[in-house]
């Protein structure tokens, strides 16, 4: 008895324990049942985004580029085909044993193999690695001949940059290479950036990068854990980027280039009414092409120890003193602000009587002297004397606004190219302000030949003479075709305001910001003036650039010589008076040239400038004849294009 | 009527087919289809090598665990002891004669079938825990020899566990056998000391712990630690378990298991591919069968009438509720990755098995519930 009641305590305590066990399993799986409402209902959202993120990886297709055409659709900047190896790091057991086949199949030095094996470290371990981009044909079919001993290697087909004219063009629409940390912060490529897309580094193919970059294409595909690809889950085409159309005509810049060959120097040529720029040379220069794929070092030495500078894009980057090429715009400005009768008549007594001010001495470039000189012979003749007095009675501050409202100063293309130069036209306030210290009369004197501070390039020059060819009007010179504007109305609307003159003449000398496309002058007599003047420069007997004249009027251009002095010349020099080929080059004069065709009714403008040449007229002046003979046989084709007969290209 | 049937220790086949608990049986048969279900998702849908060996697995096991029902409970009884120092040879061979397989040495070859003594030991140790307590009073349990004596025979079989080493098997070794002391109504002083004890020694007991298993617990407090080794586990299961949702991705559609995100899927991990492709609500019915299988495991104990199947029936019930609690808390990132199948969802041969047997018990003492075993 005592047993059986010790036993049913015993049972007692056991079932009242398994109670207490049974209430603490209850409490711990309700404990699991929140934890599972946590993650699977509270956090669904949060863990199904981190599973995605798992399972689907994304990979770029990189897109193409925009092409790039001249005015006449042809193509300056195309994307060629290229045999490419990549190598799938996920598929390659041995890396060390890969490289070491591929390297001797198509022989790599310790250099590139070195790159590689940085590059991959760079790479994730599912992610693609470039061994080449830029494959020959027999390196390409000897990879696959030899594919099935190569894990992970892949042979590819891809496209890359191409520049049929090559050293032509390289100032104008630049080059493209690997994208750099700078290149990635701009806006354009850190959104469109794919690993291993070329970026424009220079020019047009830098500055239109948002036309030209396109979208990049994303395939999805769902992966395993070890990252290997299953399936292809969705696929998001590439765009290519947008063509970009520029305003030059490659047959005249090839020829501009062409006679550029082997000087230093420029040559610009400009629709004077549309401000389209149809050729921008600059000599010397080099092959973008070879920067596509990486510029080896030696083809960068020698570009880089070039002593005339073929990196330097000297039509908007190089610096001039206009030299005489200025005489008309001071001229134009003597005249406008009526400061000097153009019958006035100054002597020019040669070397030996030089034009004095303040006990300083001021020659003209012509030993004997011009004799007695008026105006309209000093630009043909280009005496300095005349123009020193000019200048004297001008005064540099309006001389100045008259230069800055031509054209001079400011830079031309906007922010196409980032190594556009502004110039620089000096005044009272700018030599205060720069240089502090006041201005004095002589530098308005040396001023008023194109020399001292004043500095120029020489699409400005180029500029300035369209815009005084115009009958002077405004103009925005451009590089890219702008197909908003119909440049016919344009032409038309010019024409009539000149036929119309003086109907209403205004006072625009104090009016500051003059519209484009409209008159910059105070009196058409004056630009008519300038521009017989310039005729006489070219086309009469003592004119500067006679040499180099068209009778027939069809080709028949006007035209100002230029010799821009590198240094002081001193009493040793004119008294040596030394022929240009006697002097060292580096301290030979720049030869410069600018003008416009046809006299009747004009239509380009053109401006020549030789590093070193010599003088003007017997270095610059020829070549633009040369170009402008070529420039007006091709108007008219030009014309037909430009109206909508697209088939003659 | 009931004093004969008390008496007379030859049962008629019918009482006996009477008295068996058709609920256990299906529960059994339920978990064990969903099981089958969920280790074909492992092989991505595919009949092949895990999917047969498991469905043999569950057939063979399930048709001894239907035999082993009718062996009588003072069968059972009898040969407790027995039973435990079986497995206790067998854990010792392991040491000597074991196959190692990632580091740890835990299973005997036996060419059918590679066993795993550890395994068998979660169920010596909760029969022999019953046979032990079933003979002494309560006045007794409280004695000093009668506290000392049970706890020599947990740490006996705990220590080798380790050795191999597994810690999660030699937790729950010890988790049934403690609850087994509890059960038997030691007082509830002792586990509060030992508790306290356990605190105080955890520094110590972490630094003579593996490295991988200090990793393990460290991982488990901020799983972030090293996301692509010990923490990626944890990580990747809540992930899939987090990303089923509601109603889940589908059958054979959790891409966390099918992309071999997940490690372990078909063993320890088997309750986050099922809940990854049946969501909360897949996972709740699971964890509701669970339930019921235990309460059923209970209900049997509250109807036996001796000791020892009361004190067996409590007791695997509650280290029924452990690997299920240890399991699942694991995978969704509660407790450490220790190393701890899931009741016959698991693939694994000796963990079924030990699974079966145990409830072959509970079935034998279902069916002999009536029975007397002396006290004495």
């Not at chain 1, 082997?262 to 920067?291: L, Q, R």
């Not at chain 1, 020829?622 to 108007?635: E, N, V």
């Not at chain 2, 007379?8 to 087919?17: G, I, R, T």
Request: hydrophobic share 40%.
């Amino acid at each position: 008895m005592l047993n059986r009641g010790r036993n049913i305590e015993k049972g007692r305590v056991i079932t009242r324990r398994m109670f207490i066990l049974a209430a603490a399993k209850i409490l711990l799986f309700a404990g699991i049942s929140s934890r599972l409402y946590n993650l699977q209902i509270s956090d669904r959202e949060k863990y199904e985004i981190l599973s995605d993120k798992n399972r689907i990886r994304e990979w770029k297709t990189p897109p193409q580029r925009g092409i790039i055409v001249d005015s006449f659709n042809k193509v300056l900047a195309s994307n060629d085909r290229v045999f490419q190896l990549h190598l799938i790091l996920d598929e390659i057991t041995d890396f060390d044993v890969t490289i070491f086949k591929i390297k001797n199949i198509i022989g790599l030095d310790q250099f590139q193999i070195k790159k590689l094996y940085k590059k991959k470290e760079r790479l994730k371990p599912w992610d693609t690695l470039v061994v080449s981009d830029n494959l020959t044909w027999e390196q390409f079919s000897k990879i696959n001949l030899y594919l099935h001993e190569l894990e992970g290697a892949k042979p590819v087909l891809s496209t890359s940059r191409y520049y049929p004219y090559a050293n032509d063009l390289v100032h104008i629409v630049g080059y493209v290479g690997d994208a750099s940390p700078k290149d990635l912060e701009k806006p354009e490529i850190k959104e469109n950036f794919v690993p291993g897309l070329k970026v424009g580094k220079y020019g047009i193919e830098n500055s239109q990068e948002k036309m030209l970059i396109g979208n990049y294409g994303i395939k999805r595909y769902e992966v395993n854990a070890s990252g290997k690809r299953i399936s292809q889950i969705d696929y998001i085409k590439e765009r290519q980027g947008k063509k970009v159309n520029l305003t030059i005509d490659i047959e005249i810049q090839k020829y501009a280039q062409e006679l550029l060959n082997g000087k230093a120097g420029s040559i610009c040529a400009m629709d004077i009414y549309t401000g389209e720029v149809v050729a921008m040379a600059s000599s010397p220069t080099y092959d973008p092409n070879k920067f596509t794929h990486g510029i080896n070092q030696k083809d960068w030495r020698e570009i880089r120890n070039n002593p005339l500078k073929p990196l330097i894009n000297k039509s908007i980057a190089g610096l001039y003193s206009p030299g005489s090429t200025f005489k008309p715009l001071v001229a134009l400005a003597a005249l406008e602000y009526g400061i000097l009768d153009p019958n006035k008549t100054i002597r020019c007594k040669g070397h030996k009587h030089p034009y004095e001010l303040y006990g300083v001495k001021y020659h003209c470039w012509k030993k004997e002297g011009h004799g007695y000189m008026k105006l309209r012979n000093a630009i043909k003749q280009s005496c300095d004397i005349y123009f020193y007095e000019m200048a004297r009675l001008l005064g540099v501050d309006k001389l100045s606004i008259i230069a800055k409202r031509y054209g001079l100063g400011t830079n031309v293309l906007g922010d196409l190219y980032n190594d556009e130069k502004n110039g620089l036209v000096p005044d009272t306030k700018w030599k205060r302000r720069a240089l502090e210290q006041s201005w004095y009369l002589g530098e308005t004197v040396i001023n008023g030949i194109g020399q001292g501070y004043i500095q120029t390039t020489p699409l400005q020059l180029c500029l300035m003479t369209a815009q005084i060819a115009n009958g002077g009007y405004k103009i925005k010179p451009h590089i890219i075709k702008n197909d908003t504007i119909n440049y016919n109305d344009i032409i038309n609307k010019i024409k009539l305001d000149q036929s119309n003159f003086p109907l209403h003449e205004r006072n625009y000398l104090d009016d500051i910001n003059i519209e484009y496309y409209q008159r910059m002058y105070h009196k058409k007599s004056n630009i008519n003036f300038v521009l017989d003047a310039m005729f006489g420069s070219t086309n009469e007997q003592y004119g500067t650039s006679y040499r180099s004249r068209y009778d027939d009027p069809k080709y028949q251009f006007a035209g100002k010589t230029g010799t821009s002095q590198v240094r002081r010349i001193t009493d040793l020099d004119r008294e040596l008076d030394l022929d240009t080929e006697q002097i060292e080059y580096k301290k030979r004069d720049h030869a410069l040239y600018v003008a416009f065709a046809p006299y009747k009714d004009p239509r380009y403008a053109i401006s020549v400038i030789i590093e070193h040449g010599g003088s003007g007229s017997k270095t610059a002046a020829p070549l633009a004849s040369k170009l402008i003979k070529r420039i007006i046989d091709r108007h008219k084709l030009r014309e037909q294009f430009n109206n909508g007969n697209t088939s003659l290209a | 009527m009931l004093r004969e049937r008390i008496q007379a220790s030859n049962y008629s086949f019918l009482d006996k087919l009477r008295s068996v608990d058709y609920l256990l049986i299906l529960l059994i048969i339920a978990i064990g289809s969903i099981s089958i279900f969920a280790i074909y998702s492992t092989e991505g849908g595919k009949f092949s090598f895990y999917t047969k060996n498991h469905i043999i697995r569950l057939s063979v096991f399930f048709s001894l665990f239907l035999v082993l029902s009718f062996v009588r409970v003072s069968t059972w009884y009898k040969n407790a002891y027995l039973f435990y120092i079986v497995g206790l040879i067998l854990l010792i061979t392991v040491l000597f004669f074991g196959i190692s397989a990632s580091g740890a040495k835990r299973w005997i070859n036996l060419y059918f079938i590679n066993l795993q003594p550890s395994e068998l030991m979660k169920i010596a140790v909760i029969i022999c825990f019953a046979r032990y307590y079933h003979r002494i009073q309560s006045s007794d349990i409280q004695s000093y020899k009668f506290i000392i004596q049970p706890i020599i025979l947990l740490i006996i079989p705990c220590y080798l566990v380790i050795q191999q080493p597994d810690l999660g098997t030699s937790i729950l070794i010890a988790g049934s056998g403690i609850a087994i002391i509890w059960l038997a109504g030691l007082n509830i002083k002792y586990f509060v000391y030992s508790g306290l004890l356990l605190l105080v020694s955890l520094p110590f007991a972490i630094s003579i712990l593996k490295p991988y298993q200090k990793s393990r617990i460290l991982t488990f407090f901020n799983p972030d630690r090293d996301p692509l080794g010990a923490g990626y586990q944890i990580i990747q299961s809540k992930i899939a378990i987090g990303s089923g949702g509601f109603f889940g991705k589908g059958f054979l559609k959790g891409t966390q298991s099918y992309l071999e995100f997940l490690p372990e899927k078909h063993t320890d991990f088997i309750f986050t591919l099922f809940s990854e492709e049946f969501g909360f609500i897949g996972s709740i019915i699971l964890l509701l069968l669970y339930i019921l299988l235990i309460y059923r495991i209970i209900n049997v104990g509250l109807v036996s009438r001796s000791f020892f199947a009361k004190l067996y029936c409590f007791g695997f019930a509650t280290a029924i509720f452990l690997y299920v609690f240890v399991n699942i808390a694991m995978v969704l990132g509660m407790l450490p990755i220790v190393g701890a199948p899931l009741p016959i969802m698991s693939y694994g041969g000796s963990s079924l098995l030990s699974i079966m047997l145990g409830l072959s018990i509970v079935m034998s003492c279902k069916i002999y519930n009536q029975e007397q075993i002396s006290v004495y």
